[in-house]
């Protein structure tokens, strides 16, 4: 029910951009980890966080991804950092049609982290697991939010899907795919 609270563990990953040298360690092992089957392969454009660059500068900047977004932003900020201009897209990790950023490169679906949730639990996100200069690092936290039914990746997905292809194509599809089995 909306309006209720509870206590509820929060995992939060903190960058500290001072430290990150961009060496993208965080990308190969996030890939290997969303790899399926696990650790099969490493492609980072199935990272759920990117670093981007600005070698000139030396800036390195790890995004996560986060939450999808059937609309583009309405407002672009524009970010001064050491004196050098960055549009906002450029630290967003939100999913949306503007770019391909944490999409599957195959399916086109989003990809959102889930802070390398598994069964059995590790103790923290591989990414900040394999950060040696500590500029990714997981704190949690217990705090009082809001009951919510956040949707999980099958919902995330599904809404993509249907936002980019309709009811009826994903019903048509569904369709002949189960009298396949």
Request: net charge negative; hydrophobic share 30%.
């Given at each position: 029910?909306?309006?209720?609270?509870?206590?509820?563990?929060?995992?939060?990953?903190?960058?500290?951009?001072?430290?990150?040298?961009?060496?993208?360690?965080?990308?190969?092992?996030?890939?290997?980890?969303?790899?399926?089957?696990?650790?099969?392969?490493?492609?980072?454009?199935?990272?759920?966080?990117?670093?981007?660059?600005?070698?000139?500068?030396?800036?390195?900047?790890?995004?996560?991804?986060?939450?999808?977004?059937?609309?583009?932003?309405?407002?672009?900020?524009?970010?001064?950092?050491?004196?050098?201009?960055?549009?906002?897209?450029?630290?967003?990790?939100t999913i949306c049609p503007s770019r391909d950023l944490f999409k599957d490169p195959d399916s086109g679906l989003p990809l959102k982290c889930d802070l390398c949730e598994d069964d059995?639990?590790?103790?923290?996100?591989?990414?900040?697991?394999?950060?040696?200069?500590?500029?990714?690092?997981?704190?949690?936290?217990?705090?009082?939010?809001?009951k919510d039914d956040k949707p999980d990746e099958v919902e995330l997905g599904l809404k993509s899907l249907l936002d980019k292809h309709g009811k009826d194509r994903i019903a048509d599809?569904?369709?002949?795919?189960?009298?396949?089995?």
């Amino acid at each position: 029910m909306k309006g209720e609270l509870e206590k509820k563990k929060v995992g939060r990953i903190r960058v500290d951009l001072d430290k990150c040298n961009g060496c993208r360690a965080c990308e190969m092992a996030c890939s290997a980890f969303h790899a399926v089957p696990k650790y099969s392969n490493i492609n980072p454009s199935r990272s759920r966080i990117r670093v981007v660059t600005d070698l000139m500068d030396d800036v390195f900047v790890p995004i996560r991804s986060c939450d999808y977004t059937k609309a583009e932003c309405d407002g672009r900020r524009v970010y001064t950092i050491q004196g050098k201009e960055y549009k906002e897209c450029s630290f967003c990790g939100t999913i949306c049609p503007s770019r391909d950023l944490f999409k599957d490169p195959d399916s086109g679906l989003p990809l959102k982290c889930d802070l390398c949730e598994d069964d059995p639990a590790i103790e923290e996100p591989l990414c900040v697991q394999v950060c040696h200069l500590d500029a990714l690092t997981y704190e949690v936290t217990e705090e009082e939010v809001e009951k919510d039914d956040k949707p999980d990746e099958v919902e995330l997905g599904l809404k993509s899907l249907l936002d980019k292809h309709g009811k009826d194509r994903i019903a048509d599809t569904f369709a002949r795919l189960s009298k396949k089995e």
